[in-house]
């Protein structure tokens, strides 16, 4: 298994509820091993075998929260 993680900046986060569908809508991919959101942000430790960073922030953006900034770290 290889992890990563990704940072994502967003918009259109207003609130607890935004947080909840987030997290409930990358929990969803295959690979995703934690989301946490917070600050207009969206970090994501995921599993490189079952999903990629491309395929998070498209995710989002079919949520609706457009992703303004993404970088991936170790």
């Known amino acids: 298994m ?3 993680s990704a940072y ?3 918009g259109g986060i207003s609130g ?3 947080v ?3 997290k409930q809508g990358l929990d969803t ?3 995703v091993l934690s989301v946490s959101v917070g600050g207009g942000r969206v970090a994501v430790d995921f599993d490189t075998t079952g999903t990629r960073r491309d395929r998070i922030g498209k995710q989002l953006a079919d949520m609706g929260y457009p992703v ?3 970088q991936t770290g170790g």
Do not use: C, M, R, Y
């Open 8 to 10: 994502f900046t967003v």
């Open 20 to 22: 909840k569908e987030i």
């Open 16 to 18: 607890k509820h935004d």
């Open 29 to 31: 991919l295959p690979g």
């Open 68 to 70: 303004l900034d993404a």
């Open 2 to 4: 290889a992890k990563e």
